[in-house]
């Protein structure tokens, strides 16, 4: 029996391959979830279900700008109206733009808020909701970085929108845990997907240097991430609630 056999799960941020979300979808599926991935690029987040799908999995992906409320609520009603519950939510749509604190407008900042902070906001509350009515309790997990944790030249944005994402998760945890539904937040380091292939291509003898330096002396991989999520939201994870899961090589621990 899979670790997440009969669980109904989303994840966002699913289209990128690689990618953390398309890995955690990928993941959950072979445990025996139940997975709707959905994300912003709807064509191809339905090749990443059609593909766990040919590998036996139960996916389903629909298009979903996490930073809309409406598209959110057309998620859930779909989830709740085809399984009367969601038991797992994976937060992981983010952007990442980076650049010196006065190169950035207002707009750079507004947007990484919105899609990395504000759509934790809409997700969770929605999903603490069903979970609440369904009486069953559940498990959220909010994508944030070591980048919520220390300081990272260059993130400004991005680092805000993440520590905030730490934050809150720890406080919906606490207004939530009566109800055993349980909110974490999930800090990875370098993860080798798509995000890091624009840094990897704008600086590459940078890149390589903060790599060298990762005490484990490589980046991780998607799965990587994918594995603390699926622990999280699987039962195995059962009395854990508010808590910062680092999966980084070592790397906030110099
Ligand atoms: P990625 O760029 O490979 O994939 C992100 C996905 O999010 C893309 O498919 C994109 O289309 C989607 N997306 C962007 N805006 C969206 C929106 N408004 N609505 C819906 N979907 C949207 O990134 P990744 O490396 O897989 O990162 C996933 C998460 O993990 C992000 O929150 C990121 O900040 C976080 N993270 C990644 C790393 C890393 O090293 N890769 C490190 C720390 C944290």
Not at 97 to 108: G, H, M, S
Not at 145 to 163: D, F, N, R
């Amino acid at each position: 029996m899979g670790r997440l056999e009969g669980k109904i799960t989303l994840v966002t941020g699913g289209a990128s391959v690689p990618g953390l979300g398309s890995a955690t979808a990928r993941r959950f599926a072979e445990e025996g979830a139940v997975v709707y991935v959905t994300d912003l690029d709807g064509e191809g987040v339905e090749k990443v279900a059609a593909s766990i799908r040919d590998s036996g999995g139960s996916a389903t992906a629909m298009r979903h700008d996490v930073t809309s409320e409406a598209d959110w609520d057309a998620v859930m009603s779909a989830i709740v109206g085809e399984h009367g519950r969601l038991d797992g939510l994976v937060n992981n749509a983010g952007i990442a733009v980076l650049r010196p604190i006065e190169a950035f407008t207002t707009a750079d900042w507004e947007k990484q808020m919105r899609v990395n902070m504000d759509s934790v906001f809409f997700g969770t509350q929605r999903a603490v909701k069903v979970m609440r009515e369904v009486g069953k309790g559940g498990s959220i997990v909010n994508l944030s970085s070591t980048a919520g944790l220390v300081g990272v030249p260059m993130c400004g944005a991005y680092a805000a929108a993440k520590g905030g994402v730490r934050m809150f998760s720890k406080t919906i945890a606490m207004e939530c845990a009566r109800d055993q539904i349980r909110v974490n937040s999930l800090h990875p380091g370098m993860i080798d997907t798509n995000m890091q292939n624009v840094a990897r291509t704008d600086n590459p003898d940078g890149f390589k240097e903060i790599v060298a330096a990762i005490p484990m002396g490589r980046m991780g991989l998607p799965e990587d991430i994918a594995n603390m999520a699926l622990f999280l939201v699987s039962d195995e994870g059962n009395y854990i609630t508010g808590a910062e899961l680092v999966v980084d090589g070592g790397a906030t621990a110099q």
